[in-house]
């Protein structure tokens, strides 16, 4: 997971039902030494509505693509702090798409890049 912190973007390929794979190209940020990602059209981007419903997923960085797990952030403030990196991350060169990244459809979507198989830390 380390090689996709420093990108500007990543691919996401996700599985679909028929077995076949489609790519997304996607902005990512780190908060804390976690990468997140959004869906820019919200809860109606397919590729965030196929992972909601266990799609297989991978993340393509360098030629290799990398089995991961999107998990869904509910933490209010956890959001704000991804907006926030947005912000800084992205914000001068593409200031509009930063705010429709951040606006309340999008950052609903909010989700932690995990390894597969990798258990999610549960908060203290």
């Known amino acids: 997971m380390d090689a996709?912190?420093?990108?500007?973007?990543?691919?996401?390929?996700?599985?679909?039902a028929s077995g076949r794979w489609s790519a997304r190209t996607l902005w990512v940020v780190v908060v804390d030494g976690e990468a997140y990602?959004?869906?820019?059209?919200?809860?109606?981007?397919?590729?965030?509505?196929?992972?909601?419903?266990?799609?297989?997923?991978?993340?393509?960085?360098g030629?290799?693509?990398?089995?991961?797990?999107?998990?869904?952030?509910?933490?209010?403030?956890l959001v704000r702090r991804v907006s926030d990196a947005y912000?800084?991350?992205y914000?001068?060169?593409?200031?509009?798409p930063v705010e429709?990244?951040?606006?309340?459809?999008?950052a609903a979507t909010t989700m932690r890049l995990a390894q597969a198989g990798q258990v999610p830390q549960l908060p203290a």
């Open 4 to 16: 996709v912190m420093d990108r500007t973007e990543i691919v996401l390929w996700v599985r679909h």
């Open 37 to 61: 990602v959004r869906s820019a059209f919200g809860r109606r981007g397919a590729w965030y509505r196929r992972v909601l419903r266990h799609a297989e997923t991978e993340v393509a960085v």
């Open 63 to 77: 030629g290799v693509r990398l089995p991961v797990r999107l998990l869904p952030v509910g933490d209010p403030e």
């Open 87 to 89: 912000r800084v991350k």
């Open 91 to 96: 914000g001068l060169a593409w200031p509009g």
């Open 100 to 106: 429709s990244m951040n606006g309340s459809e999008a």
